[in-house]
């Protein structure tokens, strides 16, 4: 019986707590959107620079020039679509907040 009243008062004392503590209900989801935009363009850049040097190991041969060439397009690509979705983000939230 002392168990069952040692974890009532320890819920008691928890839930005070808890209703003591300040509540932020809203979470800036631009904030979290923009960490993300920010972690795919740096893996973007990181391709693009990845892309280059491959390029410049190439020596030369037809095939690796074409596959750096696209790692860097594709990359490109996603870079600008990256921007593009933080800026479409940021101008709806913006407006509507």
Do not use: C, R
Not at 30 to 55: E, H, K, P, Q, R
């Amino acid at each position: 019986m002392e168990t069952v009243k040692i974890f009532a008062d320890v819920k008691s004392h928890l839930q005070t707590a808890a209703n003591n503590m300040p509540h932020n209900n809203s979470v800036d989801i631009t904030l979290i959107m923009n960490w993300f935009y920010a972690l795919a363009g740096i893996v973007a850049v990181g391709f693009i620079v990845y892309g280059a040097i491959n390029y410049a190991m190439t020596q030369g041969d037809p095939g690796k020039i074409k596959q750096a060439s696209q790692t860097i397009a594709y990359a490109v690509v996603g870079l600008v679509i990256v921007l593009l979705a933080a800026a479409i983000t940021n101008f709806i939230a913006g407006a509507a907040g």
